[in-house]
C-alpha cells in the first residue's frame, strides 16, 4: 500500500506570520555512525568513544549536517513544500547547541517573507526554522529561501 502525502502550499497559500511544526524524530547512535561513514565526516568526536568521553559534551554528539538533513527531511514528511518546492536557493545557519543520541527533534516552521518572482509560476518563501529537542532547547536555527510554486 502507498502512502499518500498531501501537497504543501502554494506559494499563494502562505503569508508571514503562519506557523507550522513537524512530527519528531529520534536521533539514533546508528544514525551518527551511518551519516558520518558515508559523509567521509570519520572525525573523532564522533566516532573515537574515548575522545567522545574527554569532549566537552561527555558523549556522543549528532553532526550539525546530520540535524539539518534531518530537519529538512522533517520539513517533507510534514508536508510543508511536497510537490509545491522548486529550489531550495540557501539559508543562514547557527548551531545552538548540541544534539545528543537519544535527543527528538522536531522543527517549528515560521514564515517570515515572500515575495512574487518575474515568472508568475513561482515565488520566493523566506522561513525561519528552529529546530528543538523533546525538552524545547534550541539546537540548529536556519532561515531558508526556497522557490514554491505559485497556483495554476
Do not use: C
Not at 547512535?29 to 574527554?54: H, K, P, R, W
Not at 529550489?87 to 517573507?113: K, Q, S, W
Not at 528543538?132 to 532547547?137: A, F, P, Q, W
Amino acid at each position: 500500500m502507498s502512502q499518500e502525502f498531501r501537497i504543501g502550499p502554494f506559494w499563494d497559500d502562505l503569508e508571514p506570520g503562519m506557523t507550522f511544526e513537524t512530527p519528531g524524530r529520534t536521533v539514533t547512535e546508528t544514525d551518527i555512525i551511518n551519516f558520518v561513514n558515508v559523509t567521509g565526516m570519520t572525525e573523532g568526536l564522533f566516532l573515537d568513544i574515548q575522545e567522545i568521553s574527554n569532549s566537552p559534551y561527555g558523549k556522543r554528539i549528532a553532526p550539525a549536517a546530520l540535524v539539518f538533513s534531518f530537519a529538512e527531511g522533517l520539513v517533507i514528511q510534514a508536508g510543508l513544500i511536497h510537490k509545491t518546492g522548486i529550489a531550495f536557493l540557501g539559508m543562514d545557519l547557527t548551531v545552538a547547541g548540541p544534539t545528543y543520541v537519544g535527543n527528538t527533534i522536531r522543527v517549528h516552521v515560521a514564515v517570515t517573507e515572500k515575495r512574487p518572482t518575474r515568472n508568475p509560476e513561482r515565488g520566493i518563501v523566506i522561513t525561519h526554522n528552529e529546530v528543538v529537542d523533546e525538552t524545547g532547547r534550541t539546537v540548529l536555527r536556519y532561515d531558508p529561501v526556497r522557490l514554491v510554486k505559485r497556483r495554476p
